[in-house]
């Protein structure tokens, strides 16, 4: 327990009272989202990674295991509330914190693109998880929470990209690329999603060999090239774009808020994105996008997961995606996408659009389901 509260140490620390509130959120992640449809003064929000000191002096008070889910469970059982929340739907110990409080409404809402199998969850054997209700992306999510988690699961896009209304104002002339920046050490060995270990210079090799095919494109077709950036450290991924294709071949646009990426890509004429959960948003708006197949050269199992709407897109090319890149391939993809009238685009995207990414202006559903009277 020593070397447990050793670790809380290095943390963050708040010294605030766990109120008695209606509603309690899990994880600092976007809750300001959250915060949109439920009144500030009826909520706590507490987090693993800054650490509240009456948890943890309960914790101790009590003799229990300094653990992410005693903590949970201690600050459920200070808070009282009535519905628990969390937008980090990839964590586990959340659909473990319902057995233990059966009469509370716990409910998770995807944030980010999900494909990685089972493994990824670390489920112990024989594990039941459970959840009230799971707001997802598109119908493909349905099948895939439910094969993890005990619980209903409502299809309503994406939270953050609901709050931004459908334009219909003429498109600029450029094609952005959406990047996939991670500020790593290109040596490091990770271990991806619990699937295995890689370095990180090997996820990097699809997008190395995209920039300079879109870099090829732009040229041949004579529009701007951007990029649109990831990180909030502009030096670095500005640097690490100009080592690929010189600086003079695209303008890098800065990521400065929650916002700042989504406003600037949805007024491009074209986008191009990999795995980047902003591209199948964008997907959604209807913009005109092009999509490629990230892979893992030295690994078949880790590409399949990173493949376009994995797992409801079984081929691997279509009309506005690939799995291969190159100039060829750019130039096909680029001409369907670009020269096609907006009718056509409309029908090609059609049979993807609504298992892929939903869209709920204003996240009506979700409003509902919070200001349910139980």
């Not at 507490?46 to 005693?70: E, G, R």
Request: proline share 2%; glycine share 2%.
């Amino acid at each position: 327990m020593f070397k447990k509260i050793l670790i809380l140490f290095r943390k963050k620390w708040e010294f605030q009272k766990i109120k008695k509130v209606k509603y309690l959120i899990i994880g600092f992640d976007n809750s300001n989202l959250i915060l949109k449809y439920i009144p500030i003064n009826k909520t706590n929000i507490i987090s693993f990674k800054v650490i509240n000191f009456y948890i943890i002096f309960h914790l101790l008070l009590n003799n229990k295991k300094i653990s992410k889910l005693n903590y949970f469970k201690k600050a459920i059982e200070l808070a009282k509330p009535q519905i628990v929340v969390t937008l980090i739907d990839t964590d586990t110990d959340f659909y473990r914190l319902k057995k233990f409080f059966p009469t509370k409404k716990f409910i998770a809402i995807q944030n980010g693109y999900r494909a990685f199998p089972k493994k990824a969850y670390l489920i112990k054997k024989n594990e039941k998880l459970l959840c009230d209700v799971i707001f997802c992306f598109g119908k493909q999510n349905i099948d895939y929470y439910k094969s993890l988690i005990q619980t209903k699961v409502i299809v309503m896009g994406s939270v953050k990209n609901n709050l931004i209304p459908k334009s219909n104002l003429k498109k600029r002339k450029i094609i952005t690329y959406i990047s996939e920046f991670r500020l790593v050490e290109k040596n490091k060995k990770i271990n991806y999603f619990n699937l295995g270990h890689v370095y990180w210079k090997d996820t990097l090799i699809s997008e190395v060999k995209l920039l300079k095919a879109v870099n090829f494109l732009c040229k041949k077709r004579n529009i701007k090239f951007y990029i649109m950036g990831r990180s909030l450290n502009k030096n670095k991924e500005l640097q690490y774009y100009d080592d690929i294709i010189g600086k003079s071949n695209f303008t890098y646009v800065q990521r400065k808020n929650n916002f700042t990426s989504y406003n600037f890509v949805k007024n491009s004429q074209v986008i191009v994105s990999m795995t980047s959960t902003l591209g199948y948003e964008m997907f959604s708006r209807d913009n005109r996008i092009i999509f490629f197949s990230k892979k893992f050269y030295k690994n078949k199992i880790h590409s399949l997961n990173l493949r376009f709407g994995w797992p409801s897109v079984k081929k691997k090319k279509g009309f506005f995606y690939s799995d291969e890149i190159n100039n060829k391939e750019i130039l096909r993809l680029a001409k369907n996408v670009i020269d096609c009238s907006e009718s056509n685009w409309i029908k090609n995207k059609k049979n993807y659009k609504e298992n892929i990414m939903s869209y709920n202006f204003n996240n009506t559903l979700l409003k509902k389901e919070l200001n349910k009277k139980s």
